[in-house]
């Protein structure tokens, strides 16, 4: 693997750059933010000290076990121009040397404006140009914020399968984990094609796209991605043959594994059916926007906006 070329990355005013010993005030300052100092998961090779962090991260780039970027932030002012810290990325591999583990952090002022999402964006396409297959993401459940970063950029989990840390455990602070996951290795252009499901779909029309489905897994494989709109399809029969409870599972593990925001319009159809507009409905309603992704093949935002408005009369 052609360590070097990862040594600086850059997209638009970002640069992502190796880290070195001078960046160890640095590091300790990140660690002074209590939301940093919760959730920032530190390998137990390290037995969990986050002051061991950047030796341990010299140690990876060395030995070619990983590598690690301090993310900078150009700034043009008015009289000097400069390159200002506010973060770090870093990867290890995790089983194997085609699949990586990402980290990252940033400083709280820095928060909300894509420097981690897009700094995260550009060491992905690094490492799939790099041939790494798969990347993972160990994050705190209570981390809502991180999750749903992860979830914007393709990263997909099993909530069923929960990691807790034993030695806080052993304290008796209980901590669950979810492990996140995301394939660098697209789908073929013809695997990738699916139709437009509306929601007035019929049973047949259902059944139609769930055996295209089905022969996309055989010739593919299981793809998080057709799995994902297997179940689906899946949820929405069981919605028009009024089983319900059937159908909330399928979407469920449907979002398990990889989430769509659409099944969130379906579990407010059910909740509307079932219960006669509790409060549980709009919930689902307003999820289903915050998570939305512009996606030909699901329900559109002004579908789901007139349905709020609908909801609402």
Not at 220 to 227: A, I, K, Y
Not at 294 to 302: E, G, H, Q, R, Y
Request: with cysteine; hydrophobic share 40%; glycine share 6%.
């Amino acid at each position: 693997m052609d360590v070097k070329s990862l040594n600086e990355l850059k997209t638009g005013n970002l640069t992502l750059r190796k880290i070195n010993l001078q960046d160890k005030d640095f590091i300790s300052e990140l660690f002074k933010d209590e939301e940093i100092l919760k959730f920032y998961i530190v390998p137990e090779e390290i037995d969990g000290q986050h002051s061991k962090l950047l030796d341990y991260w010299l140690d990876d780039s060395a030995t070619g076990s990983g590598f690690a970027w301090i993310i900078t932030e150009y700034k043009n002012g008015l009289f000097s121009s400069r390159q200002e810290k506010c973060g770090f990325i870093a990867f290890e591999f995790r089983a194997s040397l085609t699949n990586a583990r990402i980290s990252y952090a940033l400083e709280k002022s820095k928060r909300g404006k894509g420097i981690i999402s897009n700094s995260i964006e550009l060491v992905l396409d690094n490492l799939k140009r790099l041939g790494i297959e798969t990347v993972e993401a160990d994050i705190d459940k209570e981390n809502i914020a991180s999750e749903k970063l992860v979830v914007k950029l393709g990263f997909t989990t099993d909530k069923s399968k929960a990691l807790m840390d034993p030695k806080l455990a052993a304290q008796g602070i209980f901590r669950a984990r979810h492990l996140w996951t995301k394939r660098l290795k697209e789908l073929s252009p013809e695997a990738k094609q699916v139709g437009r499901i509306g929601i007035a779909a019929t049973k047949e029309e259902l059944v139609t796209e769930l055996n295209h489905a089905i022969e996309k897994i055989k010739t593919n494989g299981e793809h998080p991605d057709l799995v994902a709109r297997y179940l689906f399809l899946h949820g929405r029969i069981n919605f028009l043959d009024g089983k319900f409870n059937e159908a909330r599972s399928a979407f469920g593990q449907c979002n398990m594994i990889k989430m769509n925001h659409e099944t969130f319009y379906w579990f407010s159809r059910i909740d509307q059916l079932e219960s006669d507009k509790s409060d549980a409905g709009l919930y689902y309603l307003k999820t289903a926007l915050e998570y939305y992704q512009d996606n030909p093949s699901l329900i559109s935002k002004a579908e789901l906006l007139k349905a709020l408005e609908k909801y609402n009369q």
